[in-house]
C-alpha cells in the first residue's frame, strides 16, 4: 500500500470509487424479519404507544442495564424534555466540540450555554475544563459521547455530584460504545441516545432517554405526551415527542444486530489504521483502554505540514475518487452563526476545539462496507500523500483562477 505510484484521481489517475462511496450507509435488517410485526401494526391499529415501544424501551434498558428507559421521538427532542423534567436553569456547561443540537434543549428551556474545551487525544470535553468553569450559576453539565468514544464518565459524575448540578450524556452516537467494558447508558442523571438514520440503531427518526431515576422517567413520560398524564389535566409545558410503532419496530430489530455492526465497524477501523500504519500526518481518535468506541464516525486529524496538504485540499482530492467526507465539527458550536450570540466560552478557552476543527475529517464508514472499500480508502489517503506537491500545486492554481488572479 505504501509503495503506490499511481496517481490520484484529481491528477488524472483512474477514480477509486467509480460509483461512489457514502459516508454513511444505514445497516437495516433485512425486509423480512419485519413482515410479523407490520401486520400486527396494521391489524391492531394500534400505530402509537403500543406493545413495540414498551418492547424497545425494555430491551434498551436491559442493554444499558438500566431501570428506565424512555423512546422520543428524536434524541434532540429527548433533550429538551430531558431539561424540562429536570428543571434545568442557568449556565448549562457543555463542549463546543458536537453536534449543535447538544446545545439546543439549553436555549428551548432559557439556560444559557457555557462552551468548554476537549481533551485533544480523546476529543471528548476535558473534565478539568468543566470543574474550572463551574459558577453558582452553574445549573447542568453535558458532555456527549463524540463519535461514540466514551467521555471521561467517571470523572465528570465526580464534578457533577460535587457540584450539586444533573450531568446529562448526549448518547447520540451511544448504541455500540463501551466504558469499562460495560454498554454506556447508565451514567449521569440520564443519557440520551438517538436512532437517527446515521446511527447504530435506526428507528427512522427517533431516541430514546436512558435512566435509573424512575420519578425523571415517570416526567418524561407525561412530558413527551404534551404534559398530560392521560386525564387531560396539563401538568407541565412537553411536546408531543412520542416514538411511533413502526419506528420503534425498527429499533427493536436494529437493537438485535446492534453487536454485530459495532464490531464489523472496529474491525473495519481497525484494518484501516493498520494500512496506513507510518502514513504521516493522519492521526485517529484515541480510544481509551478498557473503552470501546461505537464509531458512529470514523474521523481523523489531518497535520497539513507532515501529510503535505490541508484537510480542506484531502477533501477536494477525496472527492474526486468519489468519497463523501465531512468536517465534523466545523463550525464548532461556539463559531456557529446562533451560538455565537448566545452564552458564553469557559475560562480557558477552546484551543483544542478550534486546532480540532480545523484538521477534522470524518471518513466514509458503515458495517456494509467491503475489506475493499477500505483497501481504497486507505490507498487514496496514502497515494494523495506520495503526489501531495502536485496536487497543492493543481488545487492552487484553481483557486487563484476561481479569484481571478
Ligand atoms: C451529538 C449529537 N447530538 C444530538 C443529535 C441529534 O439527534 P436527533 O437527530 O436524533 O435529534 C445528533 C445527531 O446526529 C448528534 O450527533
Same mark, same amino acid.
Given at each position: ?11 488524472? $489517475? ?50 444499558a442495564?438500566t ?12 433533550l429538551?424534555?430531558v431539561h424540562?423534567?429536570l428543571?434545568i436553569?442557568g449556565e448549562v456547561i457543555l463542549p463546543s466540540f458536537t453536534?449543535?443540537?447538544s446545545a439546543?434543549g439549553i ?6 450555554p457555557v462552551f468548554v474545551d476537549i481533551d485533544p487525544q480523546t476529543w471528548n470535553v476535558d473534565p478539568a475544563k468543566v470543574e474550572e468553569s463551574l459558577t453558582?450559576?452553574t445549573g447542568a453539565i453535558i458532555a456527549t459521547h463524540v463519535f461514540g468514544n466514551p467521555a471521561n464518565v467517571d470523572e465528570l459524575w465526580r464534578i457533577a455530584q460535587k457540584a450539586g448540578v444533573p450531568l446529562v450524556f448526549d448518547a447520540a452516537h451511544g448504541?455500540?460504545s463501551r466504558h469499562n $467494558?460495560v454498554p454506556v447508558g447508565g451514567s449521569g442523571s440520564c443519557e440520551v441516545f438517538?436512532? *437517527? ?12 432517554v436512558t435512566t435509573n431515576n424512575?420519578?425523571l ?42 453487536? $454485530? ?12 489504521? %493498520? ?10 481518535q484515541k480510544v481509551l483502554?478498557g473503552e470501546?468506541s *461505537? ?38 458550536c @461556539? &463559531? ?5 450570540? %448566545? $452564552?458564553?466560552?469557559g475560562p480557558s478557552?477552546l484551543?483544542n476545539t478550534? %486546532? ?28 494523495? @500523500? &506520495? @503526489? ?11 483557486? *487563484?483562477? %476561481?479569484?481571478?488572479?
Amino acid at each position: 500500500m505504501s509503495n503506490s505510484a499511481n496517481k490520484p484521481a484529481i491528477l488524472g $489517475g483512474a477514480v477509486l470509487f467509480e460509483r461512489g462511496l457514502n459516508l454513511a450507509t444505514p445497516d437495516l435488517p433485512p425486509v423480512e424479519s419485519f413482515f410479523e410485526g407490520l401486520c400486527s401494526i396494521i391489524d391492531t391499529g394500534v400505530l402509537t404507544k403500543g406493545k413495540f415501544l414498551r418492547e424497545f424501551e425494555r430491551a434498551v434498558a436491559a442493554l444499558a442495564g438500566t431501570k428506565e428507559a424512555v423512546g422520543v421521538s428524536s434524541c434532540t427532542s429527548g433533550l429538551l424534555l430531558v431539561h424540562k423534567c429536570l428543571k434545568i436553569e442557568g449556565e448549562v456547561i457543555l463542549p463546543s466540540f458536537t453536534f449543535m443540537a447538544s446545545a439546543l434543549g439549553i436555549v428551548w428551556n432559557n439556560a444559557s450555554p457555557v462552551f468548554v474545551d476537549i481533551d485533544p487525544q480523546t476529543w471528548n470535553v476535558d473534565p478539568a475544563k468543566v470543574e474550572e468553569s463551574l459558577t453558582e450559576r452553574t445549573g447542568a453539565i453535558i458532555a456527549t459521547h463524540v463519535f461514540g468514544n466514551p467521555a471521561n464518565v467517571d470523572e465528570l459524575w465526580r464534578i457533577a455530584q460535587k457540584a450539586g448540578v444533573p450531568l446529562v450524556f448526549d448518547a447520540a452516537h451511544g448504541f455500540g460504545s463501551r466504558h469499562n $467494558g460495560v454498554p454506556v447508558g447508565g451514567s449521569g442523571s440520564c443519557e440520551v441516545f438517538s436512532c *437517527s438514520p446515521t446511527k447504530l440503531v435506526i428507528c427512522g427518526e427517533g431516541g430514546v432517554v436512558t435512566t435509573n431515576n424512575e420519578e425523571l422517567a415517570c416526567e418524561l413520560r407525561c412530558a413527551r405526551e404534551y404534559g398530560n398524564v392521560g386525564n387531560y389535566d396539563l401538568v407541565l409545558p412537553g411536546l408531543n415527542a412520542r416514538l411511533p410503532e413502526f419506528n420503534a419496530l425498527l429499533g427493536l430489530k436494529g437493537l438485535e444486530r446492534l453487536e $454485530g455492526v459495532v464490531q464489523r465497524r472496529n474491525y473495519l477501523v481497525g484494518r484501516l489504521k %493498520q494500512l496506513l500504519g507510518d502514513l504521516p500526518g493522519v492521526q485517529f481518535q484515541k480510544v481509551l483502554d478498557g473503552e470501546r468506541s *461505537s464509531y458512529k464516525d470514523l474521523t481523523c486529524r489531518i497535520d497539513a505540514v507532515e501529510f503535505g496538504l490541508s484537510r480542506d485540499e484531502v477533501v477536494q482530492a477525496l472527492a474526486a475518487e468519489g468519497i463523501d467526507t465531512r468536517n465534523y465539527y466545523d463550525p464548532p458550536c @461556539h &463559531k456557529q452563526t446562533y451560538w455565537r450570540t %448566545q $452564552g458564553r466560552i469557559g475560562p480557558s478557552g477552546l484551543v483544542n476545539t478550534e %486546532q480540532l476543527s480545523k484538521s477534522a475529517l470524518t471518513l466514509p464508514l458503515s458495517s456494509r462496507l467491503l475489506d475493499a472499500d477500505i483497501d481504497n480508502l486507505a490507498e487514496a489517503l496514502w497515494r494523495l @500523500h &506520495k @503526489h501531495c506537491s502536485s496536487v497543492k500545486r493543481l488545487l492552487a492554481g484553481r483557486s *487563484s483562477q %476561481q479569484a481571478g488572479v
